[in-house]
């Protein structure tokens, strides 16, 4: 499996959550607890454990937190857990993600910035689709597919307004 694949089995929570500003903010901070828990109760298994062994206790640990997560959310704050569902057990997906491709060198520092940028694209998604929903009366963007063509459209304008050089797809191929 390839990091495409494990970063697009990521999307579904950030894509199905966002429909408002404060279930953006939600399930951002749920990604931002669950991602440095994870990695932060994983540091001290990395060195000592096989491959399968320490995937095993990823699981496991992520397992529990996602379980630790939904009562937490149920017990404090019961609507927002109904209006989120399922999504923030899928945050699941994204751990995984991250610890498989995150190098072993400057971890937390690459971590920090990733769960930053999940963070900052919950919020602007939330806030986008809430705003397109409510004031534009664009009803497509608070559904799932209209969340993906805002991705799209979002992230067409951040490479718009980033200069710089284009990489050939071929590069350093005859």
């Known amino acids: 499996m390839n990091r495409f694949c494990l970063l697009a089995m990521s999307l579904a ?22 991602g440095c828990l994870h990695q932060l109760l994983l540091a001290p298994l990395r060195k000592h454990m096989a491959s399968w062994a320490y995937v095993m206790a990823s699981l496991l640990l992520l397992a529990a937190l996602a379980s630790c997560l ?8 019961l609507p927002l857990a109904i209006a989120l569902g399922h999504y923030p057990a899928l945050l699941c997906l994204q751990c995984l993600a991250s610890d498989h491709l995150l190098p072993d060198q400057r971890r937390w520092r690459l971590l920090a910035r990733h769960l930053g940028a999940v963070f900052a694209i919950c919020l602007l998604l939330g806030t986008s689709r809430q705003w397109l929903a409510d004031h534009a009366e664009l009803h497509l963007a ?4 209209g969340a993906l063509l805002l991705l799209g ?13 284009a990489h050939p797809p071929r590069q350093g191929k005859p």
């Open 153 to 165: 459209l979002l992230l067409a304008l951040y490479n718009r307004l980033l200069p710089g050089p």
């Open 13 to 34: 929570p950030l894509l199905g959550a966002t429909r408002t500003l404060a279930e953006g903010a939600a399930i951002g901070l749920c990604a931002v607890l669950m």
């Open 142 to 145: 608070s559904l799932a597919p």
């Open 70 to 77: 939904q009562l937490a959310l149920r017990a404090w704050l």
